[in-house]
């Protein structure tokens, strides 16, 4: 087996990415390990030509970004504790593409995504990022699902 150096992790803020962000954590220190932590904003949908009052597309997606790395500031600090070894990167896109664009960019030796463990209807609908990851990242991925009594 290859040794873990550089793993990527993404969270939502959610709770089970963060679940999943406590294994990538584990892992990161276990194998002296770089960790990459990223967080993904949705492509906004257009907006122009919509009424949205007082505020453009492009403010709106100013004041999106600004939130986003304030929650992973906030995040960091709480989360991190003694661990120096990590970077953070906030990127707009379709999520399971960002992912796996900044796997291959870093050559990371691991993903550790949260998963909603979706089923049925709902994984028609909405599908599922860390499936998609899965499916195309060029290294292997650890899903992780929030414990029963945690749901």
């Known amino acids: 087996m290859k040794p873990f ?3 990527l992790t993404a969270v939502d803020f959610s709770e089970n990415s963060e679940c999943a962000f406590d294994y990538a954590l584990t892992l990161a220190t276990q194998f002296n390990a770089e960790l990459t932590i990223i967080h993904v904003i949705n492509e906004p949908v257009d907006l122009r030509g919509f009424y949205v009052p007082h ?3 492009e403010q709106l997606e100013k004041e999106i970004e600004e ?3 304030k929650m992973m500031e906030a995040f960091c600090a709480e989360k991190l504790g ?3 070894n990590y970077t953070t990167a906030i ?3 379709i999520p399971y593409d960002e992912i796996t664009a900044t796997a291959s ?5 691991l993903i550790v995504l949260g998963t909603h463990g979706r ?4 994984h028609i609908l909405f599908g599922s990022t860390a499936e998609r990851v899965v499916r195309s990242a060029n290294c292997p991925v650890l899903t992780v699902r929030l414990p029963a009594v945690a749901r």
């Open 5 to 7: 150096t550089k793993i």
């Open 55 to 57: 505020i453009s597309f």
């Open 67 to 69: 939130g986003a790395a």
């Open 82 to 84: 003694a661990f120096k």
């Open 91 to 93: 990127v707009t896109g």
């Open 105 to 109: 960019r870093i050559d990371a030796s």
């Open 119 to 122: 089923t049925g209807l709902d």
